[in-house]
């Protein structure tokens, strides 16, 4: 026997405490029945209020075992879900806060991330950041609560300087081989050139290949000239102009196709939606699930034991005790 909601115990008690306080008229200043009075027709009187009251008090018990709601599990029921397993590889090298998007390429690309991971409510998503190192920031999870909050934390300067498109995408393809799910997605977002790290980005690519996983590429960032902070002056906020073309459109071309995904330019934050949009759209696997379990449900046996004693008291009270309410 399993107990579904057992604080609700307590309300019950609350109500049969109110309810035994207004039985024996203590609201009004008085206790009846409380001694037995003298002459056998008092007597009986108030031998059938203690008789009443006891019976209410376990009315009142059944009804408060009811909003336990109790139940025995009976089995498990199979069913089905379409799910798929995403890994996101994200860049946060210093040239992600450039303001060519506003307020930032970063800000632009974790309000996307952010808005696309709220949608895949059924499917595990999993983060790795990288920029000159590499970092699971979150393993895959289907917990979209959490997701929001780790895309949220997203920042740039803890893994140093440098764009290693290679190892980020190798990680992300690691993680994405441990599951078991047939459909593996990873979707890439950069914004530079590869320039550091143990294997190039299309070496990633292969591993991503043979491990059946899709991967689909977004550049984000436009073609022209565009400025990023570097620090703060007396004149205010510095900054260092980054060359159009920065972003290696080729290399992520290239790695899209050799995994039967898709390369996306996203030069605004409406571009960026309408990738994410896509990419929302890709196909999804189907898998058996067992977490259905079938209860027998046993709280309405005791609420109907407890309402009909106590319908039956406020009745007597009525017919017998010849008492108002």
Do not use: C
């Amino acid at each position: 026997m399993e107990y579904k909601a057992p604080w609700l115990a307590l309300l019950g008690a609350a109500v049969a405490l109110l309810w035994a306080l207004d039985y024996w008229k203590v609201f009004a200043g008085a206790l009846l029945g409380v001694g037995f009075r003298r002459g056998r027709r008092q007597y009986w009187r108030s031998v059938l209020r203690w008789v009443l009251f006891v019976v209410g008090l376990i009315g009142w018990g059944y009804l408060s075992y009811a909003l336990t709601q109790p139940r025995t599990s009976k089995s498990f029921s199979p069913s089905s879900r379409e799910v798929i397993d995403i890994v996101l590889v994200v860049d946060v090298s210093r040239s992600m806060l450039a303001v060519d998007l506003t307020p930032n390429r970063l800000e632009v690309t974790k309000n996307q991330l952010r808005k696309f991971a709220k949608r895949r409510v059924t499917d595990r998503v999993g983060l790795v950041i990288f920029s000159e190192k590499v970092f699971t920031l979150m393993p895959l999870s289907n917990d979209p609560s959490l997701l929001d909050k780790v895309i949220g934390d997203i920042d740039i300067g803890y893994l140093g300087s440098g764009t290693n498109i290679g190892d980020g995408l190798a990680l992300g393809v690691a993680r994405a081989a441990e599951s078991e799910t047939k459909n593996k997605v990873i979707v890439l977002l950069t914004d530079g050139v590869a320039n550091v790290g143990n294997l190039t980005p299309l070496q990633a690519a292969e591993e991503a290949k043979k491990q059946g996983i899709r991967v689909y590429t977004i550049g984000v960032g436009t073609q022209s000239e565009a400025k990023m902070p570097v620090g703060k002056s007396v004149f205010g906020t510095q900054y260092q102009l980054i060359p159009g073309g920065s972003i290696d459109y080729k290399t992520l071309k290239e790695v899209s196709a050799l995994t039967g995904g898709k390369f996306y330019p996203a030069t605004d934050e409406e571009a960026l939606d309408r990738v994410f949009e896509e990419i929302n759209l890709l196909e999804k696997t189907e898998i058996k699930i067992d977490n259905q379990v079938v209860y027998e449900e046993h709280y309405y046996r005791y609420f109907l034991i407890g309402l009909i004693l106590l319908l039956s008291i406020e009745a007597s009270r009525r017919l017998l005790l010849r008492e108002v309410a």
